[in-house]
């Protein structure tokens, strides 16, 4: 069965620096897609980034990039230059492509990231 | 603006009481969800629908119906089957190719 594992539950970072969010994730099939959002207080979900299983390149999006290890099956979220705004909870997600799951999501439990001024 | 709404921003439900969720998108999109998130969890699917008059069971179905009459409109009712229905609720729509764009979500309190 797929699953999503953050064993991160909560992380500091330093203001201007750089912080990783760890991801790994399982499933048996080979097309799939990786994403992460930001859930701030106010509870709304925000598309970050996203990694395709067949995608050459590490996905990058401004201060956010994805760093991809498809042999060892993670999909950790680097943030650089880390801001206040970037306190929140960070969660990695993944969309099963096939076996009939019509593009749903499995999410992880989540990482608080707490920056420090 | 393009966008997903969801109404109201807090509600309350008393026991034995039926309430609906509103769930509405400009957006075109043909896929919608809605997903629970209890304190300190990730997202659980509740159902989910990827065309009008059509929707599926996700992982935590029972105690919710929900419609999609409308391509822009995907309501979910919280019966009161659901002994424990307090948590945040968020709704999402996807178009074909990939993400899913998520509502500031429905946080539901029992009186």
């Known amino acids: 069965a797929q699953k999503i594992t953050q064993t991160q539950p909560g992380m500091f970072v330093q203001e201007k620096e750089a912080v990783t969010l760890d991801c790994t994730y399982d499933t048996s099939d080979p097309s799939y897609g990786l994403f992460w959002y930001k859930q701030p207080s106010s509870g709304e979900m925000i598309f970050l980034i996203y990694q395709g299983s067949y995608d050459q390149q590490n996905a990058t999006e401004g201060r956010y990039s994805l760093n991809f290890q498809k042999a060892r099956k993670s999909a950790n979220l680097v943030i650089s230059a880390s801001q206040l705004g970037d306190s929140a909870m960070y969660f990695c997600?993944?969309?099963?492509?096939?076996?009939?799951?019509?593009?749903?999501?499995?999410f992880g439990k989540g990482t608080k990231l707490s920056v420090k001024p | 603006d393009g966008g997903i709404t969801q109404s109201p921003k807090y509600l309350f439900r008393k026991e034995g009481q039926n309430v609906t969720l509103s769930c509405e998108q400009n957006?075109?999109?043909?896929?919608m969800y809605w997903y629970r998130q209890d304190p300190g969890q990730g997202l659980r699917l509740i159902y989910y629908?990827?065309?009008?008059?059509?929707?599926q069971k996700g992982d935590i179905a029972e105690g919710y119906s929900v419609s999609r009459e409308k391509k822009e409109s995907f309501p979910l009712t919280v019966t009161s089957a659901q002994k424990n229905p307090t948590a945040f609720y968020l709704c999402?729509?996807?178009?074909?190719?990939?993400?899913?764009?998520f509502g500031p979500g429905t946080r539901l309190l029992v009186l």
């Open positions: 997600a993944m969309r099963d492509d096939l076996g009939g799951s019509q593009g749903n999501l499995i």
């Open positions: 629908s990827q065309i009008v008059n059509d929707f």
């Open positions: 999402a729509s996807r178009a074909a190719e990939e993400t899913q764009y």
């Open positions: 957006l075109n999109h043909d896929a």
